[in-house]
């Protein structure tokens, strides 16, 4: 005898499964992402998109959610990372604050800015974030760096602060936005 015999209601049972699985995949796997897509597009296209900034010839140079290492003295410098600010692996060096490693680190830092105990070095530029990858720095740290920027420039600093108030958001410099504003006034 046949098994589907035995069970006259099997090959319903089974083709109801088969509906349910097909009507899940295209609702949650289709329609669902395509309304959340559809929805981002629309309220906020930029977000949706990467946060994607782009150079006065229009070419994609970075997001603003995403930090990169610059070490040009004409360019603010941004935190330092413990991924060397790759993307794809985002992370802390999970180092203790009693490790020599992390003291090491620390004191690299203390010497590339040339910071001693009367102008001393903000936080968020001798210590690498959680992420590694915090695209901001806070305004005084964009400031102790102004005067180096304004110098290799050849710049008023103050023209190089009033950029800073310009490009505050939230207390907040984005170093690669801000980056950006240079080279666009410099031209």
């Not at 669902?32 to 998109?49: E, K, S, V």
Request: aromatic share 6%.
């Amino acid at each position: 005898m046949h098994p589907a015999s035995e069970h006259p209601g099997l090959g319903w049972e089974l083709l109801a499964a088969l509906r349910a699985a097909v009507l899940t995949i295209v609702v949650c796997g289709l329609l669902y992402p395509a309304f959340i897509w559809a929805i981002g597009q629309t309220l906020t296209p930029h977000a949706a998109n990467g946060s994607l900034l782009r150079n006065a010839k229009h070419e994609v140079i970075g997001s603003a959610l995403i930090a990169q290492g610059f070490s040009r003295p004409e360019y603010f410098w941004p935190r330092p990372s413990a991924v060397e600010y790759n993307a794809a692996g985002s992370g802390g060096s999970n180092l203790s604050p009693t490790s020599p490693e992390l003291r090491s680190k620390v004191e690299a830092q203390l010497a590339r800015f040339s910071a001693d105990a009367q102008h001393p070095l903000p936080l968020d530029l001798a210590s690498a974030s959680g992420s590694g990858l915090d695209p901001q720095i806070t305004r005084a740290a964009a400031e102790y760096q102004a005067e180096r920027v304004a110098k290799a420039r050849h710049w008023p600093v103050s023209k190089v602060v009033d950029l800073l108030k310009e490009q505050q958001r939230g207390g907040l410099i984005n170093v690669l936005a801000t980056n950006l504003a240079l080279d666009t006034q410099g031209q």
